[in-house]
């Protein structure tokens, strides 16, 4: 009986150790193992042990069936690690074949400029609002300070539809009807398109679009423009930047100023970005002449407030080193990819 | 504005500064200096010499040598130009020196000419003599340099001196940008204040003494202004026994690096005067006014003139003109007649130093055609009170220059006076406005220095009337602002309560469709928002059709950019065209832009601007496509429900098969569809296109952003298949509703999965088969509700003329 165990066992374990493949240890395993399998045959022919020896045959049997099922398992996976690594040696690719894309289309650069300008805003606690494209003479230059035969409107080519309708020569009109409708604290950013009839070249465009800033509540100062400013030439032109407040004109704001930033491309040394003068003009602002605040509803006395116009054209060139202007309204496909 | 340095040291002369620092220092306190030109610039090591001798050179019959002391030594010169003879004084360039031009007057080379010594046909040559042209200046600036040849230096220069200071070239003109609130700066004298202000020096302006013989003008001359409006003062002084020659070398030269051309001492003075005071002046020949009068008032409608420059002008009632006892003798502050101008033969004359309305004289100017420098200083409005000291001015200016003999007295008509502006001095508010802290007496200091002064008494700062911009608060905090400086005010943030930054709901919406339109592959296009009144036709637009009717700019570049666009669809026709034309494959394009739909004609309100969203392509895709980018857009915005796809959308521009209008939950909110092949022909697009757009102001109220779970299926879905032969007439559309309507709660969807015409379909129609998913929340179920569900569909489908496939 012992020798008929140890026999089947050294027979197993030297099949299970020859096998080659997977299948093979399964029917191995059928052929020791199963309900017909010799190893339980032996179990079948317990009758005929005697009684006293049968717990130990029967503990042989078992170290046996452990046996086999150790080595079954340890083989089953070797096998396996060794079929899984041809497998990966197959299915081997060429890493540097062409990427399979999904074809997302791309952001107009003026729409990315605006993206960025309106996140830095939003940011600060301002609200994105719009105002008319065709525009009321009133609020595209009376309410702003400029009443007819003001010399400032000849220095915005305006188109007009009647003596009282105009395409907005700029987006300050939405300050006025801001200030109208809303009560401080107000602090909103006013994008859009705004119209001059200066003919189409490499700089010029008769469409272009302007980003207006206001902000109106108690207490607000030079200052506070200088310093909002600041943060925003800072987050959008890179941590470095500097700005420089120069004294200027506009009819609407008082005190004003035309805002430069250091030359972002060359850090200040001078390049051909900023015409080696190593300053970028990118923005006109003041604070909000009392006259208009006045004209608008809100009392110059409590309230005092700052507003700032940025092209926004002029950053987007500037950023994304566009060099015609003409680029940005023909819409070919292998210009807008770049962005 | 340009002005020489020279000129505004004349009158700040401890102003010792580089032209950097003039030029960052003016920038900073708001007097913008665009630029700046050295005069001097690419002269080099350039002298006077005297021509000693002459001989002609041996070997060439145009050269001749010329021995030439520099005083500190005799050199001998090679020249071929024709107009020197010995005594001659010349500017003389030596070995190793540099000149700014060629001498035939050419753009000047960006580092000059370097003049070496060297042989010319076998003769020593050590240098150079000089003509203007090779000093980088032309003879309209120096109307005494001959035509060509040797420019000659004056009798008494000593020898050997910097020729480039004796021509007055050692000097720098600046480029100004001046504001228009700043019409004193529109001068030297106003230039002069600031940069004394500026860099804190003492500020003398020309101090005009008292000039005339014993005679009283009033004795030859009367002024009446009849349009005291228009006509704020008129200052009228006269000059006898002219004689007319050059100005002289100073005064030459400041007016033309102002770029004024010299002409003669007369024209130079009144000229001399626009640029140091910034006041226009006239001057009539005395003798060629009628009556010995002059009187101001509006031409008449239809009157005609001519000016000194020989053209006729026509007039109407609005132009302020100058007449004398006859007739027009000059267009007010614009140009004078040619009846009355000054001649060579000028014995007497009268000086015109007035000041007009400046809205009137630029619209004057507008209508006739003819901007000058006078109308461009009088349109920004001038100082009454500069007319009566500049008319003095010009008349010591006559008197130094030995130009005339001036009469005595002046007429001064000059109604109602200009006053000062007066402003309530609250430094606490200056610095609340400001956000800094300074003390009263810092800033009275600053206004001083421009010349504002405080007036304690009544506490007021009082503006003389040369600042007729100072009206307020805010316009003296700028002044203050201006000399502490931009730079020295320190950056804070807002205070206060805070606000919400957000994007209003509109723009959010549109965020959305840029997004989808994006991951569908579609690049975002801008088009201008004005195009021609020919696009309808383009667009084969019927002659009736209301979006033909359209806001049209009154003055615009050219009827190509003449309407306000009322179709979205010619700018994204055009960029496809554009793109076809460069042979890009595949183009996907979208817009966001509005248009503008008059709400009557003509416009008395402000028109619909209304949002589009505006898809094209061509290439790979189809109409399918393109709807599938809608919808993906409706999903993005919660418009979860079925849109409506109505064919026969009634749009010319499009192909008539292929064309629906979409709409969701009963309203219009667009169109898709293929462009019609005549418009592709039109825009020149060789492939088929195609576009849709939609309404934003109609499909926004459809549109949320609220999201609700509503839990995910438990029990089991049931699918059935169903192939049906249906009338080629019905649309899947009229399929799906009616599914839709009989599959009630328990239809989960229902997919078209099979479309099929031909061979084995019978003629008429067409083989449809749709995937039926059906579900019930709360339990799984049963054969028996599924059978009775599909029955209902199906009948209905019978209903419509459809049969099961076998």
């Known amino acids: 009986m012992r020798e008929q165990l140890e026999k089947i066992k050294a027979e197993a374990l030297a099949r299970i150790e020859a096998s080659d493949a997977l299948e093979k240890l399964n029917d191995i395993r059928v052929a020791y193992l199963g309900k017909k399998g010799e190893l339980t045959s032996v179990l079948k022919s317990m009758k005929n042990v005697a009684p006293e020896e049968r717990p130990k045959v029967g503990q042989m049997v078992n170290e046996a069936r452990e046996q086999i099922e150790a080595k079954l398992e340890e083989t089953r996976q070797s096998l396996a690690r060794r079929a899984r690594e041809e497998q990966m040696k197959r299915e081997v690719i060429d890493v540097t074949l062409p990427a399979k894309k999904s074809h997302k289309g791309h952001s107009h650069p003026n729409a990315i400029a605006l993206d960025e300008v309106e996140r830095i805003f939003i940011g600060m606690g301002y609200e994105v609002v719009e105002g008319p494209e065709v525009e009321y003479d009133e609020y595209n230059f009376e309410k702003l300070n400029i009443p007819k035969g003001h010399p400032a409107r000849d220095e915005q080519d305006t188109f007009y539809i009647n003596d009282s309708i105009l395409l907005r020569s700029q987006t300050s009109p939405v300050q006025a009807r801001t200030m109208e409708t809303r009560k401080p604290p107000i602090r909103i950013i006013a994008p859009g398109r705004v119209f001059r009839s200066d003919e189409v070249d490499a700089t010029h465009s008769p469409s272009f679009h302007q980003i207006e800033g206001l902000v109106i509540d108690k207490n607000i100062t030079f200052a506070d423009l200088k310093g909002t400013l600041a943060e925003f030439a800072k987050e959008l032109f890179g941590e470095e930047t500097r700005v420089k407040f120069r004294p200027h004109h506009f009819p609407f704001t008082e005190p004003s100023a035309e805002v430069d930033v250091s030359c972002f491309k060359c850090g200040g040394k001078g390049c051909r970005f900023c015409k080696g003068s190593g300053w970028i003009e990118i923005l006109g602002c003041g604070m909000v002449h009392p006259h208009v605040l006045e004209m608008c509803g809100i009392d110059p006395n409590e309230y005092t407030g700052f507003a700032f116009g940025v092209g926004l054209e002029r950053i987007a060139l500037l950023k994304y080193e566009i060099d015609d202007m003409r680029l940005l309204y023909e819409n070919d496909i292998r210009f807008l990819k770049q962005f | ?806």
């Open chain 2, 1 to 806: 504005m340009n002005t020489a340095l020279s000129w505004i040291k004349a009158y700040v002369p401890d102003l010792d500064i580089t032209a950097q620092e003039y030029t960052d220092a003016m920038t900073l306190t708001g007097t913008k200096v665009e630029g700046f030109e050295r005069l001097d610039k690419n002269l080099e090591k350039i002298v006077v010499g005297q021509i000693m001798s002459i001989e002609k050179h041996p070997d060439a019959d145009k050269l001749i040598v010329c021995q030439v002391n520099i005083g500190t030594e005799m050199i001998q010169i090679v020249t071929g130009a024709p107009n020197v003879k010995v005594g001659d004084k010349v500017p003389v360039v030596l070995d190793g020196g540099r000149v700014a031009g060629g001498h035939d007057g050419g753009p000047l080379p960006e580092n000059g000419i370097l003049i070496k010594k060297g042989k010319l046909r076998g003769i020593e040559s050590a240098g150079m003599m000089c003509s203007i042209e090779e000093l980088g200046s032309d003879r309209s600036m120096y109307p005494d340099a001959p035509e060509s040849g040797i420019y000659l230096l004056p009798e008494d220069t000593e020898i050997g001196a910097d020729a480039v200071a004796v021509l007055g070239m050692r000097d720098t003109v600046f480029e100004y940008e001046i504001t228009s609130n700043r019409v004193d700066c529109y001068s030297v004298i106003g230039i002069a204040r600031e940069a004394a202000a500026t860099f804190g020096k003492e500020f003398k302006p020309p101090v005009v003494t008292e000039t005339g013989n014993g005679e009283d003008i009033r004795d030859y001359l009367k002024v009446t202004v009849e349009d005291t409006k228009l006509c704020k003062r008129y200052c009228a002084r006269m000059v006898k026994n002219i004689r007319l020659a050059p100005s002289p070398q100073w005064m030459q030269r400041r007016l033309a690096a102002s770029g004024i051309r010299p002409i003669n001492n007369i024209v130079d003075i009144t000229n001399y005067i626009m640029e140091e005071y910034g006041q226009p002046m006239h001057a009539f020949d005395y003798d060629l006014l009628a009556g010995h009068e002059i009187i101001v008032k509006c031409a008449k409608d239809g009157d005609t003139f001519q000016t000194l420059d020989g053209q006729v002008r026509e007039l109407d009632h609005t132009v302020l003109m100058i007449n004398d006892g006859e007739k027009e003798v000059g267009i007010a502050g614009i140009m004078g007649g040619e009846n009355s101008k000054i001649t060579d033969d000028v014995k007497s004359m009268v000086f015109e130093c007035a000041t007009f309305d400046g809205t009137n004289i630029r619209l004057s100017a507008k209508k006739i055609g003819l901007r000058t420098d006078a109308s461009g200083k009088y349109e920004k409005g001038l100082d009454p009170n500069t007319a009566f000291e500049a008319v003095n001015r010009a008349c010591q200016l006559v008197e130094e220059l030995g130009a005339g003999e001036v009469v005595g007295g002046m007429i001064d008509v000059y109604p109602v006076k200009a006053v000062e502006s007066r402003v309530r001095f609250e430094p606490e508010r200056i610095n609340a406005l400001l956000g800094t802290e300074l003390s009263a007496d810092t800033m009275l200091g600053y206004l001083k220095k421009i010349g504002l002064s405080y007036d304690e008494a009544a506490g007021e700062i009082v503006a003389p009337t040369w600042r007729q911009d100072i009206h307020c608060m805010a316009d003296v905090a700028e002044e203050v602002a201006r000399f502490y400086g931009y730079d020295k005010i320190g950056t804070t943030l807002p205070t206060g309560e805070a606000t919400t930054g957000k994007l209003s709901y509109k723009l959010r919406v549109e965020e959305k469709a840029r997004e989808t339109a994006e991951f569908c592959g579609f690049s975002q296009a801008m088009t201008y928002s004005f195009e021609s009144p020919k696009v309808f036709d383009r667009l084969l637009l019927p002659a009736d059709d209301v979006l033909r009717k359209t806001v049209e700019i009154s003055n615009p570049l050219g009827e190509d950019f003449s309407i306000m666009r009322t179709l979205p669809l010619n700018g994204m026709l055009m960029s496809l065209a554009t793109n076809y034309n460069r042979r890009n494959k595949d183009v996907r394009l979208y817009e966001l832009a509005n248009v503008y739909l008059p709400k009557s004609l003509p416009l008395t309100e402000l028109p619909d601007e209304r949002m589009q969203f505006v898809l094209g392509m061509y290439g790979e895709g189809d109409f399918y496509t393109m709807k599938g980018v809608l919808e993906e857009f409706f999903e993005t915005v919660g418009m979860k429900k079925r849109p409506h796809y109505e064919p026969e959308a009634k749009k010319a521009f499009l192909h008539p098969g292929r064309q629906a209008l979409v709409s969701y939950d009963g309203a219009e909110i667009g169109y898709l569809g293929e462009v019609h092949p005549d418009v592709l022909d039109t825009y020149k697009i060789g492939t088929k296109a195609y576009v849709a757009v939609l309404d934003m102001p109609a499909l926004i109220p459809l549109t949320t952003f609220d999201r609700k779970y509503t839990g995910i299926a438990r029990y089991p879905a049931v699918t059935r298949d169903l192939s049906m032969v249906v009338p080629k007439n019905i649309l899947v559309g009229q399929i799906e509703d009616m599914i839709a309507q009989r599959g009630g709660k328990l239809l989960e969807e229902c997919t078209l999965f099979d479309i099929y015409e031909g061979a084995q379909i019978m003629a008429g129609y067409k083989s449809v088969a749709y995937s039926i998913t059906l579900r019930a929340k709360d339990h799984t179920l049963e054969e028996k509700e599924v059978a009775a569900v599909m029955n209902k569909i199906l009948n209905g489908l019978k209903g419509m003329g459809i049969e099961l496939r076998g």
